[in-house]
């Protein structure tokens, strides 16, 4: 039987993670946002703050929950402790509380992937562990985790075209890391960001600017609607499939004409489930396809706010608003665990 607000309506559902409600953007808040929005009942827990494990761990064996979510931040999990982790997992042990890991990340294959070994997030604590990494199934079961691929999302609360605005106009656009710091696995980011730079010098933008702190809320979905084109990746190496970041489902849920690499799984034929949210794709590293790609984008762009612009524009949103939110990911999250039997 499908998963509907029903199902999920009075679930008492404890969200562990960065719930600091003024970092409203995070992972966890989202989710917070998208679990009430289905009906459950919820309650923050910030994974920072030993007195909030501790609360939780009380809590969940005074039976207070149906379900934990633990979307973890390791620096956050490490100064908790060890020790608190454990008893965290064992108090859901022993109250039939499913304890999920919910993350946006990739680890195999990068530098990251050696937590793994000795982890307690992936080995004491999770029942199971959904991240948005689907093309490493073997290896996920090598390791001995009980791994579920689950695509990234876009809040309900930030679907819908944006307003245009001059601070934020460009022919071209970069959102994201772009400033060094990223993954030195993934050579293409830095790769496309010095095309980028090479390639357009003035008319690309890069946000957020240096010094500043990244672009979140409303004025996200301003920024697309200012922009002609916004071009970007997801963390990448050679042979990866089935990953992508939320950069396609935050970009087209907001409106943004977004062109990403074709990656098997994610958006590279119309049975993927990303396919409609892109306006193209192009090789990793096929340099002339993209700037064919751009330059027809800007050259066929409609005005700002013109019917045809908004005509246009909702396509790739409504692709993302039938099937990719938080509201949507949390059904999935309880399906999966009614059919493992841990609801």
């Given at each position: 039987?499908?998963?509907?607000?029903?199902?999920?309506?009075?679930?008492?559902?404890?969200?562990?993670?960065?719930?600091?409600?003024?970092?409203?953007?995070?992972?966890?808040?989202?989710?917070?946002?998208?679990?009430?929005?289905?009906?459950?009942?919820?309650?923050?827990?910030?994974?920072?703050?030993?007195?909030?494990?501790?609360?939780?761990?009380?809590?969940?064996?005074?039976?207070?929950?149906?379900?934990?979510?633990?979307?973890?931040?390791?620096?956050?999990?490490?100064?908790?402790?060890?020790?608190?982790?454990?008893?965290?997992?064992?108090?859901?042990?022993?109250?039939?509380?499913?304890?999920?890991?919910?993350?946006?990340?990739?680890?195999?294959?990068?530098?990251?992937?050696?937590?793994?070994?000795?982890?307690?997030?992936?080995?004491?604590?999770?029942?199971?562990?959904?991240?948005?990494?689907?093309?490493?199934?073997?290896?996920?079961?090598?390791?001995?985790?009980?791994?579920?691929?689950?695509?990234?999302?876009?809040?309900?609360?930030?679907?819908?075209l944006g307003e245009?605005?001059?601070?934020?106009?460009?022919?071209?656009?970069?959102?994201?890391?772009?400033?060094?710091?990223?993954h030195p696995e993934?050579?293409?980011?830095?790769?496309?960001?010095?095309?980028?730079?090479?390639?357009?010098?003035?008319?690309?933008?890069?946000?957020?600017?240096?010094?500043?702190?990244?672009?979140?809320?409303?004025?996200?979905?301003?920024?697309?609607?200012?922009?002609?084109?916004?071009?970007?990746?997801?963390?990448?190496?050679?042979?990866?499939?089935?990953?992508?970041?939320?950069?396609?489902?935050?970009?087209?849920?907001?409106?943004?004409s977004l062109l990403?690499?074709?990656?098997?799984?994610?958006?590279?034929?119309?049975?993927?489930?990303?396919?409609?949210?892109?306006?193209?794709?192009?090789?990793?590293?096929?340099?002339?396809?993209?700037?064919?790609?751009?330059?027809?984008?800007?050259?066929?762009?409609?005005?700002?706010?013109?019917?045809?612009?908004?005509?246009?524009?909702?396509?790739?949103?409504?692709?993302?608003?039938?099937?990719?939110?938080?509201?949507?990911?949390?059904?999935?999250?309880?399906?999966?665990?009614?059919?493992?039997?841990?609801?």
């Amino acid at each position: 039987m499908p998963v509907t607000d029903e199902t999920i309506s009075g679930l008492r559902v404890a969200v562990l993670g960065n719930t600091d409600p003024k970092v409203y953007w995070s992972t966890e808040n989202e989710y917070v946002d998208a679990w009430e929005r289905n009906g459950a009942i919820v309650s923050r827990y910030h994974e920072k703050h030993p007195e909030d494990w501790d609360r939780l761990i009380v809590d969940i064996q005074d039976d207070h929950f149906d379900l934990v979510q633990w979307t973890s931040t390791k620096d956050f999990r490490d100064a908790a402790g060890r020790q608190r982790q454990t008893q965290l997992a064992a108090a859901c042990k022993n109250t039939d509380t499913p304890l999920a890991g919910v993350h946006l990340d990739v680890w195999i294959g990068l530098e990251r992937e050696q937590n793994i070994i000795d982890d307690p997030w992936y080995f004491i604590g999770c029942d199971v562990l959904f991240t948005a990494d689907g093309g490493h199934d073997d290896e996920w079961a090598g390791y001995g985790v009980n791994h579920k691929w689950l695509l990234p999302a876009i809040s309900e609360r930030w679907l819908g075209l944006g307003e245009y605005t001059g601070k934020w106009a460009s022919d071209i656009a970069f959102v994201g890391s772009w400033q060094g710091g990223y993954h030195p696995e993934s050579e293409h980011r830095h790769q496309l960001v010095q095309w980028l730079q090479d390639t357009y010098g003035d008319r690309v933008r890069f946000w957020p600017k240096k010094g500043q702190p990244r672009i979140v809320g409303r004025d996200l979905n301003d920024l697309y609607a200012s922009t002609k084109v916004v071009v970007g990746d997801s963390c990448w190496l050679p042979g990866w499939k089935n990953y992508c970041s939320d950069r396609i489902p935050e970009t087209a849920g907001r409106g943004g004409s977004l062109l990403h690499p074709w990656v098997e799984g994610v958006n590279a034929d119309e049975h993927d489930p990303f396919y409609y949210a892109c306006v193209a794709g192009w090789e990793m590293g096929d340099w002339s396809r993209l700037k064919t790609l751009i330059d027809g984008e800007i050259d066929n762009a409609y005005e700002p706010e013109s019917d045809m612009w908004k005509s246009v524009r909702q396509v790739p949103l409504h692709a993302i608003a039938d099937a990719h939110t938080y509201t949507a990911r949390c059904r999935e999250i309880v399906a999966e665990l009614i059919g493992q039997g841990w609801l």
